[in-house]
């Protein structure tokens, strides 16, 4: 509701076509977007949503076979439409690069060797 009109109002494309004649469903730059991706990108999210809430419901706590295995089904799913949208987001924005383990020129050990944080 919301995002129709505001694609509507600002004349937002559903979709766009490449020099080569490919459909794109989403635009190339972190400025601009496409309604489709904005569906996308929506429906991805309240997916990621949807998913936290069942993992929540049959959560481990639960004894029955059929609650584990949702359970599995459901964090497999999440992960994966988790990864869809950082894909999505790193594909936009190419600064964006975060990893698990600090940089290699990182100090390393105990806090007070971290940079920044010892008085």
Known sequence: CIRDSFNILHGVPFTSVDRNGNVEWFAKGARTQLGAEGYIMSFSITL????????????????????????AVFGIAF??????????????????????????????GPL????????
């Open 48 to 71: 990621a949503g949807a998913l936290l809430i069942g993992i929540l419901k049959y959560g481990p706590s639960e004894d029955r076979s059929k609650a584990r295995l949702l359970f």
């Open 79 to 108: 992960m994966l439409v988790l990864f869809h949208i950082e894909s999505v987001y790193r594909e936009k924005v190419h600064h964006y690069n975060p990893s698990f383990w600090p940089p290699a020129h990182y100090i390393r």
């Open 112 to 119: 007070m060797n971290d940079q920044g944080n010892s008085l």
